[in-house]
């Protein structure tokens, strides 16, 4: 039979300290850690110093853009319309929040937000995403993303990417807006269905066609996975893209969320083009 615990509660104190010590031993760890992914990052950016992700300039860090071409985004910030996020030139514009398109005719989706205007130094970064290869661009986008989206990530409980084609997806080999959605859940710790929609048929080009046009070539023609249905029902759902414009494919992409039971959707995208079917559209139109 063990004998009893020795003067002065050794027992005790041996258990009590077993949490500190081994307290002790995740901070030292997690210190280690740290230094060590520091110095893996100090080697990579001598054997790779880091270049702007828009161009060849040197920067401090990878993933990081230049001065200039960071000077060329234009964040989206108040005001703006509250249901599509068009910008507004001034605070007095709209009526409620809401643009005259949104008002005389809401889309199916409650809010949408983007992180920047459409223009050629959002362009650099996102066409190269879309149609380049350059994946790595994904995930300094989401964070963009995250920060002017972060009221639509706290409300949501699934986020889910607008499809391409299956023909379009062979030959990219990657959907850039599941790769957006795949970053965005990492950082808001949201569940992603990367496949929950599907496109049903093919469709033609939107960057020639009108709003009408657009909305009418969607028709029927974004629908939703059988298998993904439980997991949407009854849940508010965050659709993202790379490029919101008018609203065609988001909103066909919530119509269908909508039918399948999802509660509700709010819309993210990397830029909102400020002006469909003007310049910054064609811009779009040209890279595909």
């Known amino acids: 039979m063990a004998g009893p615990p020795p003067p002065g509660g050794g027992s005790f104190l041996r258990q009590g300290s077993s949490p500190g010590v081994a307290l002790m031993r995740a901070a030292v760890a997690g210190g280690a850690m740290r230094l060590a992914r520091r110095g893996a990052r100090g080697v990579l950016d001598a054997l790779l110093p880091p270049h702007c992700l828009a161009c060849d300039a040197r920067v401090l860090e990878q993933g990081a853009l230049c001065p200039d071409c960071f000077g060329g985004l234009h964040a989206i910030v108040p005001p703006f319309c509250l249901q ?9 514009e709209g009526e409620e929040g809401l643009c005259p398109e949104c008002l005389l005719n809401p889309p199916p989706f409650e809010r949408a937000r983007a992180a920047f205007a459409y223009n050629e130094g959002v ?7 879309k149609h380049a290869d350059r994946t790595e661009l994904a995930a300094p986008l989401a964070r963009h993303m995250a920060r002017a989206g972060a009221e639509l ?10 499809p391409i084609h299956r023909g379009r997806l062979f030959l990219r080999r990657y959907n850039q807006a599941a790769l957006l959605a795949m970053h965005l859940g990492r950082i808001a710790r949201r569940r992603v269905i990367p496949d929950a929609l599907r496109r049903l048929r093919r469709t033609r080009s939107l960057g020639p066609l009108g709003a009408e046009a657009r909305r009418a070539e969607l028709e029927g023609a974004i629908g939703v996975a059988p298998r993904a249905r439980s997991a949407l029902a009854g849940r508010r759902v965050l659709l993202v893209d790379d490029v919101l414009t008018s609203g065609a494919t988001a909103g066909a992409c919530a119509e269908a969320l909508l039918e399948a039971g999802a509660s509700a959707v709010d819309v993210l995208a990397i830029a909102r083009v400020p002006d469909p079917g003007g310049e910054w559209d064609g811009l779009k139109a040209r890279g595909g």
Request: some cysteine; proline content about 12%.
């Open 84 to 92: 599509c996020s068009t910008p507004f030139e001034h605070g007095g």
């Open 153 to 162: 990530l706290a409300e949501a409980e699934v986020i889910v990417p607008v």
């Open 123 to 129: 362009a650099r970064l996102i066409l190269p995403l």
